[in-house]
């Protein structure tokens, strides 16, 4: 689109502007001129290092030894006191490199190389406090530091425009860049979302994004700055932006919004607060509903750009000053602008105004016969007589225009996120007879029906109730072999005890108690960190109603949303199996089956990974190339007790997330199907490394590898016991269940034997149905069914002792007094001799390794003792071993400093991090959606805006 027309005031506006900066470039260059002082030692080493890096020695005559004096070389300006203030040498046809050394001029004021062919990477300009205009656009500079624009507090305005950069987010440091009043960064790849802080910068009046990688919604934050240009538009990454344009509203002081070519969605804001607004494009979009008078009647508009959306009603009529382009696709009910829509179109679009005018609705619409084809709209002699939206991914809530259609007989609402009240005009339709609204997240009272009417409102949780409270946002989660095929939260302490524990570890053992803290926290932060924990929900699986395939169910998840309702999401997949109905206590992380067919190429032979008790493992594959495991269990198997493992394995794994715990991603139920997808471990087991390493032509396990493993295994039982908000016993622990990545670090896998135990559960012990493997059961929980989370000790100890002795817990191949590992290792511990014998003959036994073993048999014996009193609690079994092993300590350099705290900070620092963690993340678990569809559709990439913004061009021009 060509650039607008501006008024004469404009022009008068502008011409003032550059009026002044351009006086102040005569100011800046008479300083230069005057400057006859000799450079400083440090800018006339910078300088001449810059001179050769450009190449400007030879093409722009820098070759004399000092920059400033006799005169300054051209393009250069000094100050009095001899340090450099500006380097101006844009369009210059320069062909070298921008060299480090110009971080080494610290009065720089100006930088300005724009529009030559300079390239290699951008140095850091980290430090240059004195720095207020940037100008490096046109030219083919490869790549930017991640501390390019740290300490740039001065900086005023930027210009990187079409710059080939390697892809790079927007970087936290230019929050301090206050003073910041234009940055133009058009077709350089940036990449992430548009970060919160760019609505805080008090002078910003020019953002300039175009053509990059960016994605996500456009934070409402960003209205807090006072723009009146933003260009976002020709993202080039799929879907770039998404989500409302509903932040417009309130950028009162814009002039140009360039949003086109992008994934924009919903209805067009109100604009009658914009009354500077003289160029709006929002074309390539999949905007609905009808164009707003408050837009139609903005007096300062002359370029509009609406065409391909999805935008309804009339086709809009602008003032004959304003130039609009319509072209390409949408909905309006007839081409002719101004043509009024036929009234019954106008209702329906009233009734799609309640449910935010969704796209599947604008999609169906077409024309201005709502009963020709008008989806989910059925007629009756020209009547509207039945509103069937079921299973539409509607949000927002039931419009009261919907009592306007006196011939309506029936409203299927079903199966939505609806929320908000019953409008009680719906009770007064007189020819109504049929209203399904179940399954969404209606609330309050439901009025009079009349007593024909059949009413569903099962699956509103919140009738009959006031508006629910908001619940907390949800999180995410991680990428699972399960090598034998039978093993594969919420958020911790609110804000509040975080201030709690603070205020107490200072008032009572200050600074010593801090340490303590901070050191725990650095310990668990080596893990990567997940996001926030979403609260677990019911998922309920039941049968469709009456009249609907009798061989489909739906699976229905709830949880919460931005109004506190249980807002739902289903997905239908034929089954066979019974309708009963199922509970499981999950996050929203239901996976449909056609998706794990396709991933696992249909349960294919050649994708298993292993067997086990209650089922199959297979590996499967997404589309970019990330690998999972698919836990399908066996329908045979699948009672009552199979049916329960799979509900515990859910339960637990949304509650703890660890890094030596295997992470859950998500479910999957549709009738006998119960299946499970974790994140896929490539090692597989400890078992086939340590007893079947030869059938599967590994090498056997070193010691100081047995080390690291048992230690990951302490670290998650651990967490378990003690760490996590609750105790759990996993009541399973073997090495089949323990699983390797590609690092060879292990993690605790299948938790569908997990038991809750009370919050004392280290002292008391719960009843329970005995589950395990024989082996690894502890004797007291055998013979009295009562467990405790010393039954878990007393496995890790055969497993200590299966690590050490390379023999498996329970080997019927041995004689009848050495077939039980426990045992018989007790006896091989009473000498040296004989211990000596019973170690893995696979292990280089120099003396040094003989003590760390014999220290772990040690161990291996306490934690086998036969009294659960007896034995250690896990803290105590990760102390020795982290003491005996280096493995455990971070292989990144950067981790502690990534995710922890920086021992070198002061504690008050160290304070502020630890407390923004602890609000940001808890390591205690955490859920995600899974297997997102993503649309890879992309839009059309419009040609390149203007420039950068004419007040802040150089002295030379552009």
Not at 470 to 491: I, L, Q
Not at 665 to 683: A, S
Request: net charge neutral.
């Amino acid at each position: 689109m060509q650039s607008p027309t501006v008024s004469t005031a404009r022009r008068r506006r502008r011409g003032r502007g550059a009026g002044l900066l351009l006086a102040l470039a005569v100011l800046l260059a008479a300083i230069g001129a005057a400057a006859a002082a000799a450079a400083s030692p440090q800018d006339a080493e910078a300088m001449r290092a810059v001179a050769v890096a450009l190449g400007a020695d030879k093409s722009l005559g820098w070759d004399t030894p000092d920059p400033c004096s006799p005169k300054p070389w051209p393009g250069v300006s000094c100050s009095s006191d001899g340090r450099v203030t500006a380097v101006q040498v844009g369009k210059k046809s320069l062909t070298g490199k921008l060299a480090p050394e110009v971080r080494n001029l610290t009065e720089l004021m100006r930088l300005e190389v724009f529009s030559n062919k300079l390239s290699g990477p951008l140095p850091s300009l980290a430090g240059l406090s004195s720095l207020q205009v940037l100008l490096l656009h046109g030219n083919n500079f490869a790549s930017i530091p991640a501390d390019f624009f740290k300490g740039l507090t001065a900086l005023v305005a930027v210009s990187l425009d079409e710059n080939p950069l390697a892809p790079w987010p927007l970087p936290a440091d230019l929050a301090a860049c206050t003073s910041l009043t234009n940055f133009s960064a058009n077709s350089v790849n940036v990449t992430g979302t548009l970060p919160e802080f760019l609505g805080s910068l008090p002078s910003l009046r020019q953002l300039s994004l175009a053509m990059n990688l960016l994605s996500g919604p456009v934070p409402p934050s960003l209205a807090g700055a006072p723009l009146e240009v933003l260009w976002l538009n020709g993202q080039h990454g799929s879907p770039g932006f998404t989500g409302s344009i509903s932040f417009v509203t309130n950028m009162t002081k814009a002039q140009q919004l360039w949003l086109h070519s992008n994934d924009f969605t919903g209805p067009l804001p109100d604009f009658s607060g914009l009354s500077s607004l003289y160029d709006l494009n929002l074309r390539d979009n999949q905007l609905t509903g009808p164009v707003p008078e408050s837009l139609v009647n903005l007096k300062s508009l002359n370029n509009v750009g609406l065409g391909n959306n999805l935008l309804q009603g009339p086709t809009p009529v602008f003032a004959t000053w304003v130039v609009p382009d319509m072209k390409g696709i949408n909905q309006f009910c007839l081409p002719d602008a101004g043509k009024p829509c036929d009234p019954r179109v106008n209702l329906l679009l009233e009734v799609a105004a309640g449910f935010m005018y969704p796209a599947k609705l604008a999609e169906g619409w077409k024309g201005n016969d709502p009963c020709s084809n008008y989806i989910g709209v059925e007629c009756n002699n020209g009547n509207i007589t039945s509103l069937n939206f079921a299973n539409k991914g509607l949000t927002g809530s039931i419009s009261p225009s919907i009592g306007k259609i006196a011939t309506l007989e029936k409203l299927i609402l079903s199966n939505n996120n609806i929320t908000g009240t019953v409008p009680k005009e719906l009770a007064a339709l007189p020819a109504l007879k049929t209203v399904d609204l179940s399954n969404n997240n209606l609330y309050g009272d439901i009025p009079a029906f009349r007593k024909n009417v059949m009413l569903i409102t099962t699956g509103n949780p919140n009738i009959g109730k006031d508006a629910p409270a908001p619940s907390a946002p949800g999180g995410s989660s991680n990428s699972p072999a399960p090598g034998d095929g039978s093993g594969g939260g919420n958020r911790g302490s609110s804000s509040s005890s975080v201030g709690i524990i603070v205020g107490s570890v200072f008032g009572a053992i200050a600074g010593l108690g801090l340490i303590a803290a901070l050191g725990f926290y650095c310990h668990k932060r080596k893990q990567k960190p997940f996001g926030r924990v979403q609260s677990p929900h019911a998922m309920v699986i039941h049968p469709r109603h009456s009249g609907s395939d009798p061989d489909m169910v739906k699976i229905t998840v709830a949880r919460g949303n931005a109004n506190g309702g249980a807002a739902t999401s289903e997905a239908s997949q034929a089954s066979s199996g019974p309708r009963d109905i199922h509970v499981v206590e999950a996050g929203n992380m239901v996976i449909s089956i056609q998706v794990l067919r396709n991933v696992t190429n249909n349960f294919s032979q050649d994708n298993i990974l292993g067997r086990g008790g209650f089922g199959t493992v297979y590996k499967g594959e997404l589309h970019d190339g990330t690998k999972i495991a698919v836990k399908r269990m066996e329908s045979g198997v699948m009672g009552n007790k199979g049916l329960n493992e799979f509900k515990s394995e859910i339960a637990v794994l949304t509650k703890v997330r660890h890094r030596n715990l295997v992470s859950l991603l998500g479910y999957c139920l549709d009738g006998n199907e119960r299946i499970l997808v974790y994140e896929y471990m490539p090692q597989g087991p400890v078992s086939q490394h340590l007893f079947e390493w030869k059938e599967h032509n590994l090498q056997p396990l070193e010691w100081k590898r047995r080390l690291s493993i048992a230690l990951d295994v302490a670290r998650g039982v651990e967490y378990l016991h003690s760490l996590a908000q609750q105790t759990f016993i996993h009541r399973d622990l073997k090495p089949s269940n323990i699983l390797l990545g590609d690092d060879m670090k292990a993690k605790v896998a299948d938790f569908g034997l997990v038991r809750l135990a009370p919050a004392d559960g280290k002292c008391v012990s719960i009843e329970t149905r005995l589950a395990g493997t024989f082996g690894y059961l502890a004797p007291e929980y055998a013979v009295t069914g009562r467990v405790t989370t010393k039954a878990d000790v007393f496995s890790f100890g055969v497993i200590l002792m299966e690590l050490v002795t390379g023999r498996r817990a329970l080997d019927e191949t041995q004689p009848e007094d050495s077939m039980h590992l426990v045992t018989w290792f007790r006896r091989m511990q009473l000498n040296q001799d004989t211990f000596r014998k019973a170690i893995d003959m696979t292990i280089d036994l120099d003396e040094e390794t003989f003590a760390s073993v014999s220290t772990v048999a040690q161990l291996a014996g306490h934690c086998c003792a036969r009294e659960p009193h007896q034995r250690p609690d896990m803290g105590h079994a990760v102390n020795v071993l982290s003491t005996l092993s280096d493995v455990w300590k971070p292989t990144d350099p950067d981790s502690d400093d990534s995710y922890g705290i920086d021992l070198d900070m002061t504690l008050p620092q160290a304070l502020k991090k630890w407390q923004a963690f602890e609000d940001s993340s808890h390591f205690d678990g955490a859920t995600s959606s899974f297997l997102a569809s993503l649309d890879n559709t992309q839009t059309s990439i419009p040609t390149r805006p203007p420039g950068f913004a004419d007040s802040f061009t150089s002295a030379d021009g552009r």
